[in-house]
């Protein structure tokens, strides 16, 4: 079944515990994302990748790293969680955006639920 | 820099009957696409339906429908025969044409509940 997978599903944690999300995509897509949903706020972009090694900030970067190793894994990382932090993430991928091919619709993993205390 | 705006963050219908949401949005782009997500329970994201802005038809899936104004810059999603199922969080997307970014910009959501 073509998925994206996100890691853990709910968390709590305490400040400054550093943490990662994981996300796993296996429909071989180029481009993955991060997002975060906050109330009144709708989704905003945390961070994206094109493909492997190629990895830029979106709207709301602070706070967090990502990395792109491999093409299906797009991990987010929280070196030092703050409680401004809690939120709702989504993962998201999509074939490429650098064909022609741009559907524009992405792929979202269930999200996860996190926690800063 | 481009916006999308829903101003009913809650709205309510009796199952069966026609609901609309409502969604405008702000660009100097010429190209681009609109999207309806459904945010159900699950919390999962799933696609409703899609506009490319250089089409004039409506975008049409199933019971739900789109009236895509381009020069009012507004993107109306239009849900017939209501059912259960259909309560969820509804957001507006935009993503622009020319995105290498690959960035969708959401508006703040809209809560549909389906009345039995």
């Known amino acids: 079944e073509a998925q994206v997978t996100q890691n853990p599903r709910y968390l709590i944690t305490v400040t400054g515990k550093k943490l990662t999300v994981t996300c796993s995509q296996n429909?071989?897509?180029?481009?993955m994302s991060w997002y975060r949903q906050d109330p009144g706020l709708g989704l905003r972009q945390i961070y994206y990748?094109?493909?492997?090694?190629?990895?830029d900030k979106g709207d709301v970067p602070e706070g967090y790293k990502v990395s792109r190793k491999e093409k299906r894994n797009f991990p987010l990382i929280l070196e030092s969680p703050s409680p401004n932090q809690t939120s709702l993430y989504f993962c998201a991928s999509t074939l490429s955006y650098m064909r022609r091919v741009n559907t524009g619709e992405l792929f979202f993993g269930e999200g996860s639920r996190l926690t800063v205390l | 820099a481009q916006t999308v705006t829903q101003s009913q963050p809650e709205m309510s219908v009796q199952e069966a009957e026609t609901v609309t949401l409502s969604c405008t949005y702000d660009?100097?782009?010429?190209?681009?696409?609109l999207f309806w997500y459904k945010q159900p329970p699950s919390r999962q994201m799933i696609l409703v339906i899609r506009?490319?802005?250089?089409?004039?038809q409506n975008a049409t899936e199933n019971r739900f429908s789109v009236n895509f104004q381009k020069a009012a810059k507004s993107f109306s999603l239009k849900i017939s025969d209501s059912q259960l199922g259909d309560t969820a969080m509804y957001f507006c997307a935009f993503m622009t044409g020319s995105s290498n970014t690959g960035k969708l910009i959401f508006g703040q959501g809209t809560t549909l509940q389906v009345k039995p």
């Open positions: 990748s094109m493909n492997v090694e190629v990895t």
């Open positions: 506009q490319e802005a250089y089409k004039q």
């Open positions: 429909m071989n897509h180029e481009y």
């Open positions: 660009t100097s782009e010429n190209n681009y696409y």
